[in-house]
């Protein structure tokens, strides 16, 4: 399918549009304009899609733009400027996009995704929400995040360029969502996380040392992966909100006695692949409100001291 100049002329009252796959699309000009309640557009792999024209008049309402897989597009930052009721903006590989502080103009924008953006390195604008997911070659510098105090949600997962979290962070005040997830070539967190009083999911692999401090509303906790853990994380059972917890493929970790004994709002514990559990002891009591419990693969899990009485809500 190709799509003429005015071919959605007389479309004033669609809400939602999805071109997806639309592989022989190269241009959309003019004949959006009349789109003006259009609230939701898609060109997902569009790959020969190179220019979209939108005008002052255009798509006032769009809320949400997926734009992912468009290889071959060019620089729409001045294109862009005229959605000004945007709050959703996906742009995945596109390889010669620029961002910087001109993206500020999207006066509503809450949530940038920049998923599969093998080549960039740098950024220079600021969002409420962002997602840098498989972003390979980007690295984070001292004062990346300095200005992002108004950050809810950050995902650096499958980063592998970032090597060193630091201080940095230390801005991120209303984070509520950290992802590191396969930032396999991460060796050190410099950074303090106690101001992060908002943080409420935080999911790792493999950082260490890593301090729990301040983290008081901290809900979710995956640390899948972290092969180096070899007791329980310190200061973990200060989180005394967390729901859920996941040391999936923790291969060394091994758990004491009273591990778990503050955890009594804990409603989902995933301990699959730790291989070095061997008891599980009393501990485990207080975990009245658990509705989901994993051991798949704890090979050489050998004894249960606990009792599981009062979880009465176990699925």
Not at 24 to 29: G, L, V
Not at 115 to 139: P, Y
Not at 266 to 282: M, Q
Request: hydrophobic residues 40%; aromatic residues 12%.
């Amino acid at each position: 399918m190709k799509i003429e100049g005015d071919s959605f002329y007389a479309f004033t009252s669609l809400t939602y549009l999805n071109l997806s796959f639309c592989i022989k699309i190269e241009i959309i000009d003019y004949g959006f304009t009349n789109l003006v309640s259009l609230e939701r557009l898609s060109f997902k792999d569009c790959t020969n899609l190179k220019k979209i024209h939108f005008t002052s008049d255009d798509k006032t309402n769009l809320k949400v733009f997926l734009f992912e897989g468009c290889e071959d597009s060019e620089d729409m930052l001045m294109e862009l400027k005229h959605l000004t009721s945007l709050q959703v903006i996906s742009l995945s590989v596109m390889l010669s996009l620029t961002i910087d502080n001109g993206f500020t103009i999207l006066v509503s924008l809450e949530f940038f995704i920049f998923k599969d953006f093998t080549n960039l390195k740098e950024i220079h604008a600021t969002f409420n929400k962002i997602s840098f997911k498989n972003c390979k070659k980007m690295k984070i510098k001292d004062n990346s995040f300095n200005g992002f105090k108004s950050l809810t949600y950050l995902n650096l997962s499958s980063c592998i360029k970032v090597e060193i979290i630091d201080n940095g962070f230390i801005n991120l005040v209303s984070l509520e969502k950290l992802l590191f997830k396969d930032c396999r070539n991460l060796k050190e967190i410099h950074a303090t996380f106690a101001s992060m009083t908002n943080l409420k999911v935080l999911r790792l692999r493999d950082e260490i040392p890593f301090i729990f401090d301040g983290m008081i509303n901290l809900e979710i906790l995956w640390l899948e992966g972290c092969e180096n853990f070899q007791d329980m994380p310190m200061r973990l059972n200060h989180l005394s909100s967390l729901q859920e917890i996941s040391f999936v493929n923790c291969k060394r970790m091994k758990i004491e006695g009273d591990s778990f004994k503050t955890f009594t709002s804990l409603t989902y514990l995933n301990l699959s692949n730790c291989i070095e559990v061997e008891t599980i002891n009393y501990g485990f009591t207080n975990l009245v409100f658990l509705e989901i419990y994993y051991f798949i693969n704890c090979t050489n899990l050998k004894k249960f001291h606990a009792t599981f009485d009062s979880m009465r809500n176990l699925n």
